[in-house]
C-alpha cells in the first residue's frame, strides 16, 4: 500500500487558485491516485480520480507528471467553502482497497 | 438520492453495553464498509464487504462485528464497547470494480463512558 505525504495546512484567499501537492514515491503501476474532501463532522466526498497526465471536472483539476510520484489537485477560484481537509489517496482497482488515509491538508480560505 | 444513511448519528452508552450502528445504501452497490476517525489519525478502515455474506476485516477490526444479510444493509455491532472506541464513525459504499468514488454516510458520533 503506497503511503502518501501532503502538507498539513494551507491558507488562501478567495478567488484564488489552490494547488495541494501530494507525494507518493512508491506508487505501484495499478494505483489509482483519488482525492477526497471533507467537512467537519460529514463523511468525506469524491473529487477527483486519475492515472497520468491530467484529469479535469466540474469542480477540480488532477495533474500527474510521468513518474507519478507525486499529484497536485488544483481547485480554481476558492471561496470560503472550499475550506475543508483534502486527502490524497492511492490505490489499485483490484484490490481490497485498504487504502491509507493519512491526516490530510486542511485548507482554509480566507475572505 | 443516491445516498448512505446511519442511524444513530449520535450515541453515548456505558460501558459493555451491546449496541448497532446501522448503514444503508440505495444505490445496489456491491461494496460497503465502515470506518473510525480519530483526530490526528485520518480515516481507519474496521471492516469491508464485497458482496452479500462476504465480509473481511480491515486495518482496526478488534471489538467489531459486522454482517451484511442484504446487499443494502451492512450494520456495525459493538458487542462490548469501551471508552477506547469512542470515535466519529462512517459507513461507505461503492459499485464493484474500477471505481475509486465512495459514498459515506453522514458520520455515527460514538461515546463510551
Known amino acids: 500500500l503506497a503511503k502518501t505525504t501532503q502538507p498539513i495546512s494551507m491558507d488562501s484567499y478567495e478567488g484564488q487558485e489552490v494547488n495541494i501537492t501530494c507525494s507518493h514515491n512508491?506508487?505501484?503501476?495499478?494505483?489509482?491516485i483519488t482525492w477526497y474532501q471533507q467537512f467537519p463532522s460529514q463523511g468525506p466526498r469524491f473529487i477527483i480520480q486519475?492515472?497520468?497526465?491530467?484529469v479535469t471536472n466540474e469542480v477540480a483539476s488532477l495533474f500527474i507528471p510521468a513518474d507519478r510520484k507525486s499529484s497536485t489537485l488544483s481547485l480554481p477560484r476558492v471561496s470560503l467553502s472550499d475550506t475543508a481537509v483534502y486527502y490524497c489517496?492511492?490505490?489499485?482497482?483490484?484490490?481490497?482497497?485498504?487504502?491509507?488515509w493519512g491526516a490530510g491538508t486542511k485548507l482554509i480560505i480566507k475572505p | 438520492e443516491a445516498q448512505v444513511t446511519q442511524n444513530p448519528r449520535y450515541l453515548i452508552t456505558v460501558t459493555g453495553k451491546k449496541l448497532t450502528v446501522t448503514c444503508s445504501q440505495n444505490?445496489?452497490?456491491?461494496?460497503m464498509s465502515w470506518y473510525r476517525q480519530d483526530p490526528g489519525l485520518g480515516l481507519r478502515q474496521i471492516y469491508y464487504?464485497?458482496?452479500?455474506?462476504?465480509?473481511d476485516k480491515g486495518d482496526v477490526p478488534e471489538g467489531y462485528k459486522v454482517s451484511r444479510k442484504e446487499k443494502r444493509n451492512f450494520p456495525l455491532i459493538l458487542e462490548s464497547p469501551s471508552p477506547n472506541q469512542t470515535s466519529l464513525y462512517f459507513c461507505?459504499?461503492?459499485?464493484?470494480?474500477?471505481?475509486?468514488?465512495?459514498?459515506f454516510g453522514p458520520g455515527t458520533r460514538l461515546t463510551v463512558t
Open positions: 486519475g492515472y497520468k497526465t491530467k
Open positions: 461507505a459504499s461503492r459499485t464493484d470494480g474500477f471505481q475509486y468514488e465512495q459514498y
Open positions: 489517496l492511492v490505490g489499485a482497482w483490484d484490490s481490497n482497497y485498504q487504502l491509507i
Open positions: 444505490m445496489n452497490h456491491e461494496y
Open positions: 464487504s464485497m458482496n452479500v455474506e462476504v465480509t
Open positions: 512508491n506508487i505501484a503501476t495499478n494505483d489509482y
